[in-house]
């Protein structure tokens, strides 16, 4: 990116993806693997040779599910409304 001249916020809009999923991926953070193939895509660059897929096949915890429960909780509240 540095290269081409390319910010993450140019390189976000090129991938139709955050610039701060794009900064998180250049400092070696995990991201989706959608986000992963989008910046890919979006910079016309190899996947394999940008990015590492690491599979996490943990559980859920009860902490997140909870979570994800509560927010269809009230998606679901406000579309009945």
Not at 3 to 12: D, Q, T
Not at 18 to 27: D, F, G
Not at 51 to 71: G, H, M, Q
């Amino acid at each position: 990116m540095q290269a081409n001249g390319l910010s993450s916020e140019k390189a976000g809009v090129l991938s139709k993806v955050s610039p701060k999923t794009v900064a998180s991926a250049l400092k070696g953070n995990n991201i989706m693997y959608d986000a992963a193939r989008s910046i890919s895509d979006g910079l016309n660059a190899d996947f394999s040779a940008l990015f590492d897929v690491i599979e996490d096949e943990r559980p859920l915890s009860n902490e997140t599910i909870a979570k994800y429960r509560r927010t269809i909780r009230a998606v679901l509240g406000m579309a009945k409304r």
